[in-house]
C-alpha cells in the first residue's frame, strides 16, 4: 500500500514539474541541418474576479506588457544555440485552441502620452498564439527571443482561446566559431542553459594590442587628460572601500580608433557609411570586449563628439 501512494506520489510530482520547465530532445539530421525540439505546458487559465476588469492569469507567467495589447499572459522564452551554430528556421506548432468565452471587450494596457502632451491616439495591437521577438549575439552565442501566449483574444469575434501545449522546433546550421566569451553570463539568462558546454573564452580576434581590461573609455583626443584622471581614480579606489574592488580602466581616443584599419567594414552597409565613426566605435568596442575582456563603456562625449547611429 505506501509503495502505490509512493508511485502516485512521484508520478504527482513528475506531472508538475512539466508545467513549470520546458522538456526537449534532439534530432540530428546532418551537419549542415540540425534540429532541438522544446516542449512547453501551461497550466489552466485563473480569472482574477476582485478588479473590475476580470483579467486572465496564468500561473507562473506575467501579463503582457505592451502598449494596446490585451492584457493577457505571455511566457517569453530565450533559448540558446550551441556555439558554431546558426539559426536556420523556427517552427511552432501547438495543441487545438478551446474557447473559454467570448468577451465583447477584453481590458487592454494603455497607449503612452507623447513627449509633447498631446492626447496619444488609440492603438490597437492584436496579439496571436506566438511570434519571435528577434535573434541576438551575447557571448558568441545565438540567442533566440520567442513570446508564447497560452491565451489569445479575437478582437473581431471576441472570443477568448486556450492553448495548454507548444512544441518549438529549432533548426541550425553551421557556422563558424569566431570567439566564445563567458558562457556563465549566457547560461544565467537563457531556459536551456544545458546546450552550452563549458569550454574557457576564446577568440580569432587579434586586432588590439595585449592587455586586460574592465573599463572602456572612449572620448575625443582634446578631453582625454581628465578622463585619464578618472581611469587612474578607478584603480584607486580599493583604498576607500569600494565594492568594485581592482577596476582596471583605459582610456581609448577616436583618433586612435581610426588608426585601426582592421576595424574598417564594408562601406556599402549602413546605406553607403559603412566607415563612418559610429561603425570603427562600435567594431572596437566588440574587439575590446573579445580580446581585453571590457564589461564597461563609457562614451565621454556628447553626440557632436562620439556621433550616434541616426
Known sequence: MNAQANLQKAVIILLTLSLLVPLFSVQTTGEEGRSIIYEFHFSSPNVDIGIQDRLFTVNGLDLDPGAGAPTLPVETVLLALQPGRHLKDVEVDHARPSSLEIIASYSQN???APLSGETPVKDIVDRGAWDLAGTYMLEGVEVICLNLRPLVWDRDTGVL???PDY???IVT??????WIGDLDRVRDLVDNPEVLP???PTTTSNILPDGSYDHLIITDSTLSVPFQALAAWKGDR????SIHQNVNSIVITLQQIRSYSY????PASHNGQGNDTQTLVRNFINAAHQEWGVSYVLIGGDEEIIPSRK
Open 238 to 241: 580599493n583604498e576607500l572601500g
Open 167 to 169: 512544441s518549438v522546433t
Open 263 to 266: 576595424l574598417w567594414a564594408n
Open 110 to 112: 494603455p497607449c503612452e
Open 173 to 178: 546550421e553551421a557556422d563558424d566559431i569566431e
Open 198 to 200: 563549458y569550454v574557457p
Open 161 to 163: 482561446t486556450f492553448i
